[in-house]
């Protein structure tokens, strides 16, 4: 996966590269948050042996958070929580290009928060991944 050339392309891409100024969860950035969401993707896809859209997983993982912004500053966006998933589908469309399928799976990340159902494999793969690194990475800032 990380030798993909998809893959490649976006995490070197100076547009996402702006993604390393963004604080997600504690000591973590956007950039490294979306790179541990992509990791997961593959070990929860390989784990229970699912055939996926390797290409749309990987879009979908890398750029679910592509929003922007420190959602932590006071001046963010109102609604964050639930608003973001629809910002970044729509910056990664403007930045990336994004496929129907990829956009559904950003769209729907944030389920159930979000009221947008995941409607495929790689959707349902990503909320579980995302939930599973936000809650690790919320542990680790708590623990130093």
Not at 81 to 90: I, N, Q, R, S, Y
Not at 98 to 106: D, F, G, M, P, R
Request: with cysteine.
């Amino acid at each position: 996966m990380f030798e993909s050339d998809i893959y490649q392309e976006i995490v070197n891409s100076p547009k996402y590269q702006r993604l390393k100024k963004f604080r997600q969860h504690g000591k973590y950035s956007v950039y490294e948050h979306s790179i541990s969401v992509c990791r997961a993707c593959f070990k929860i896809a390989k784990r229970l042996h699912l055939k996926v859209d390797e290409n749309a997983l990987i879009r979908g993982a890398l750029l679910h958070d592509y929003f922007l912004y420190d959602w932590h500053d006071k001046d963010c966006p109102k609604h964050h929580f639930t608003k973001h998933p629809a910002l970044a589908a729509k910056n990664a469309k403007r930045d990336f290009g994004l496929s129907a399928k990829e956009e559904k799976i950003i769209l729907s990340h944030m389920f159930p928060a979000g009221l947008k159902v995941p409607s495929s494999k790689e959707a349902w793969i990503l909320t579980i991944a995302d939930k599973y690194c936000t809650v690790k990475e919320f542990f680790e800032r708590k623990k130093k």
